[in-house]
């Protein structure tokens, strides 16, 4: 079946401006991810959804960043004001809960320039 | 300082060795160790998981927890070219696998010369 799938792949942007970065579960994945890897490191938890509310949102590294999941699937990650430390992979996962692997998705390659 | 610490390597090692890959960490708190395996842009995949100490082997590949120590280790046997990736060590407090977010180590690139 169809994995987690992100788009764009790539995005380039200059600094200052808005960003929306989309992620689409996996059909029927309830729990949905957002991490942050820079070049070098691990992923960096940013916020986790269960159906289409936040809950734990405590990753997010400012106001700057905001998430939603308004139907309990697809999720869109924005970021606004972009700065250059911004530039990252932003990876998201899905899973169906209980004793169940978070399953990644690709990636969405941000370069703020 | 992270609360979970792995060597960066890289690490680079002979057609079937014995590969060793370690993390220790500092909240006690965590109940779940994972250890996931990355290819070169693509998203992380889990290769196996442990509750709380112990051993688990799947394969080629033996996860060990030492809660005691906070260490945990993967070992690979009979390594090949195939492993060659970037392996991240995770962990998670939650009280059911899954639901909970992860914290994951700096991850370790490892090659496997053929």
């Known amino acids: 079946g169809a994995g987690v799938s992100q788009t764009p792949s790539n995005k380039v942007t200059e600094k200052g401006k808005y960003v929306e970065l989309r992620c689409d579960p996996i059909?029927?994945?309830?729990?949905l991810y957002w991490y942050r890897q820079s070049l070098g490191q691990g992923p960096e938890f940013l916020i986790y959804?269960?159906?289409?509310?936040?809950?734990?949102d405590s990753g997010l590294p400012n106001d700057r960043f905001f998430a939603v999941r308004p139907e309990g699937s697809v999720s869109t990650l924005k970021i606004q004001r972009t700065e250059r430390g911004d530039s990252a992979v932003y990876l998201c996962?899905?899973?169906?809960?209980?004793?169940?692997?978070?399953?990644f998705g690709p990636g969405t390659r941000l370069l703020v320039l | 300082q992270k609360e979970v610490e792995q060597d960066p390597g890289p690490l680079s090692v002979p057609e079937g060795a014995i590969v060793s890959l370690n993390c220790t960490y500092s909240n006690s708190a965590f109940q779940y160790f994972m250890w996931y395996r990355q290819y070169s842009r693509k998203g992380p995949e889990l290769l196996m998981y442990?509750?709380?100490?112990g051993n688990k082997e799947d394969g080629r590949f033996t996860a060990q927890v030492d809660k005691s120590s906070k260490y945990i280790s993967l070992f690979i046997r009979d390594s090949q070219p195939s492993d060659s990736a970037t392996y991240l060590c995770?962990?998670?407090?939650?009280?059911?696998?899954?639901?909970?977010?992860?914290?994951f180590g700096t991850g370790t690139r490892l090659t496997i010369i053929p």
């Open positions: 442990t509750y709380s100490s």
């Open positions: 996962a899905s899973s169906p809960g209980n004793q169940e692997t978070q399953y």
């Open positions: 959804f269960q159906g289409t509310g936040a809950a734990d």
């Open positions: 059909s029927g994945h309830t729990a």
């Open positions: 995770a962990m998670s407090a939650g009280a059911v696998f899954g639901n909970e977010k992860l914290t």
